[in-house]
């Protein structure tokens, strides 16, 4: 096989469309407690036992940071048992969909989606349309990070019609965006395009939120997929100042990355190199659990073919060097057998043809051993 330095750079661009999704989580309210889970949990005085605990968890799981949210899963869990000794079923479904949200925040999908499975069970057998539709909502969001597309219009097909029937505005939304996001990684852009609207024309309504900022955000991809540019930069322009309000490095990353591939295609490097360094630093002072280390180093890949396209291989080798070893500690195998590769392009286009060689060949055996 042989390796050129275009090859080098398509392949980083085409692993940051493959890998990076638009991870975020859909929650509406939950059960008796009417709380939106993707906002913080109140905490509400309680009495039983299984409540204690979960007032205890709720308290941890705002501090927010990896060993409190590892705590409060703990508490979340305790409370489960002891509502289900209580005989509490809605209780013991309320814990579950915390859990599920606890291992969200962790990057634990398959349990978050387990948790919420066993959720949506249990509001089942006691009828809560409110508690089945907000499960099934969650249960779509976690399909559609794991790249299951079908599988999360199917739930979230089930929880917009349940949601509609408690005439839950912000839940509806909330599902319509998400379904939008999988019609549009599935490539029907028209469907797509429907959801969107229905999600934007709600939000209209309701109060400023996290969940409004990202459907703003895809009415803005929408519409370049459909090349109305100006009025997509209208709206990442919109999204991106109002993503600021919000805690949440994964959504402005994207607004932004979004936007300096824009200013790329039209050979404004200077506007790309500025987004992205943006997007690096957003990352880097980010909560560690927060942006996992695949989302970094794809923003280090991006910053690398943008200072390489603008000629400054200086910055391009700096960000390479600090990539790998970043890549290294965290057991990314992919995007450092990638980096490793385009280190070796670059030091064969400054003429250390040997020493480039090495670390392609190098590139190339870190992505077989990935393989095997």
Not at 294 to 314: C, H, K, T
Not at 317 to 337: C, F, Q, S
Request: with cysteine; net charge neutral; proline share 1%.
């Amino acid at each position: 096989m042989s390796f050129t330095k275009q090859n080098s750079i398509f392949a980083i661009v085409l692993l940051a469309l493959l890998v990076v999704g638009f991870p975020f989580e859909s929650f509406a309210q939950k059960g008796k407690k009417k709380t939106s889970a993707k906002s913080t949990p109140k905490a509400t005085p309680k009495s039983s036992k299984g409540d204690q605990a979960l007032e205890e968890g709720i308290k941890l799981f705002q501090q927010g940071t990896a060993e409190t949210i590892g705590a409060a899963l703990d508490k979340f869990a305790d409370a489960a048992e002891l509502y289900e000794s209580e005989n509490d079923s809605e209780g013991v479904a309320n814990s579950y969909v915390l859990i599920g949200r606890a291992n969200k925040k962790l990057n634990r999908f398959e349990n978050s989606f387990t948790a919420y499975q066993k959720a949506f069970d249990l509001y089942e057998s006691k009828n809560i349309a409110t508690g089945k539709a907000n499960a099934l909502n969650n249960m779509g969001g976690i399909a559609r990070d794991l790249g299951k597309f079908e599988d999360g219009l199917k739930y979230y097909q089930m929880a917009l019609d349940l949601m509609r029937s408690t005439n839950d505005k912000r839940g509806e939304a909330q599902i319509l965006n998400g379904m939008g996001e999988c019609y549009f990684s599935l490539g029907n852009v028209q469907s797509a395009m429907q959801n969107f609207q229905q999600s934007n024309a709600i939000w209209q309504s309701l109060a400023a939120s996290e969940e409004k900022v990202r459907t703003t955000y895809n009415m803005g991809r929408i519409s370049f997929a459909f090349n109305d540019l100006q009025q997509g930069l209208n709206y990442l322009n919109q999204a991106l100042g109002e993503s600021r309000k919000y805690d949440n490095p994964v959504l402005e990353g994207d607004i932004l990355e979004f936007l300096a591939s824009y200013h790329l295609a039209n050979g404004e490097l200077t506007k790309a190199i500025e987004y992205r360094r943006r997007i690096f630093d957003a990352y880097r002072n980010a909560k560690a659990f927060a942006v996992t280390p695949s989302r970094v180093l794809i923003s280090v890949n991006s910053l690398v073919v943008s200072y390489y396209r603008a000629g400054d291989f200086e910055n391009a080798y700096k960000y390479l060097e600090d990539g790998i070893a970043y890549g290294t500690k965290n057991n990314e195998k992919i995007m450092t057998a990638l980096l490793y590769g385009n280190k070796g392009v670059l030091l064969v286009d400054q003429g250390n043809y040997d020493q480039g060689m090495d670390f392609l060949n190098q590139g190339i055996e870190s992505s077989r051993q990935t393989n095997n």
